[in-house]
């Protein structure tokens, strides 16, 4: 049986919203960048990896109860990145750091 791999995404879309004096610039987010990267990991990986955005903010307080404490430490910065549940990487979506794990862990073989 082959390995399915769960990526989740833990931001707060609000701190990439760039702020000016007449109008909002939202054209580069975390969550387009994470479609992006679903979008990349299905045409190398078809249904093999799946992406999930996760609004830190909007997410019952019971979710992540560690992720939030080192926020609120300062001890990591958003976004967080989860592989099968375990963090990963924060402080930004690596791109290429992402899909070397994905291609290191899809090579491992199954997990039993």
């Known amino acids: 049986m082959l390995q399915r791999i769960f990526i989740q995404i833990l931001d707060n879309p609000f701190e990439d ?7 909002i610039d939202e ?14 990991l299905d045409f190398h990986y078809p249904s093999m990896v799946h992406v999930e955005y996760i609004d830190l903010f909007l997410e019952d307080e019971g979710r992540f109860i560690e992720i939030r404490e080192m926020l609120s430490h300062g001890l990591i910065t958003l ?3 989860l592989i099968n549940g375990s ?26």
């Not at 987010?29 to 992006?36: D, M, P, T």
């Open 27 to 40: 054209s580069v987010n975390n969550q387009a960048i994470a479609e992006e990267l679903q979008n990349s």
């Open 87 to 112: 963090p990963f990487l924060h402080g930004g979506i690596a791109h290429a750091v992402i899909m070397d794990e994905i291609g290191k862990l899809l090579s491992s073989g199954p997990v039993h």
């Open 17 to 23: 919203v760039l702020f000016s004096d007449s109008s």
């Open 79 to 81: 976004p967080v990145i």
